[in-house]
């Protein structure tokens, strides 16, 4: 069982920037690819973006690409989402999660979820 615990929210003023970060407990951390999603108020969970086992590859939503960076320390168990040029559109609870098998994205479900930290950003 992974836990993922996600810190790093807050308030922000429209073209700032904040970075999130997702501590995990699971010793083989490397062994999980992780990722990032996030969800408004009356919208679904969305992907936002996800980075392999070794951090080597990322991915991003295109409303995201250019302004979010993904990153993972192994040493540390922790991933990281780097966020600048902040939108008011961008406010959301932010989820990490983890998955051993399937890299996250769209339309997946990964086995293992934080509790969400939320990010408002004001305009």
């Known amino acids: 069982q992974v836990q993922l615990v996600e810190s790093g929210g807050g308030l922000v003023q429209a073209g700032g920037s904040l970075r999130l970060s997702c501590a995990a407990s699971?010793?083989?951390?490397?062994?999980?690819?992780m990722g990032w999603f996030r969800q408004a108020p009356g919208k679904e969970r969305e992907f936002v973006a996800a980075?392999?086992?070794?951090?080597?590859?990322?991915y991003y939503a295109d409303s995201v690409k250019g302004r979010f960076t993904i990153s993972r320390d192994n040493a540390k168990n922790t991933v990281y989402l780097q966020m600048n040029s902040l939108k008011p559109e961008d406010t959301a609870v932010y989820y990490c999660?983890?998955?051993?098998?399937?890299?996250?994205?769209?339309?997946?479900?990964?086995?293992?979820w934080g509790q969400g930290t939320q990010v408002t950003v004001s305009s």
């Open positions: 999660a983890a998955d051993e098998r399937v890299l996250p994205g769209s339309g997946s479900r990964p086995d293992y």
């Open positions: 699971e010793r083989t951390f490397s062994n999980y690819a």
């Open positions: 980075c392999t086992r070794s951090g080597g590859r990322t």
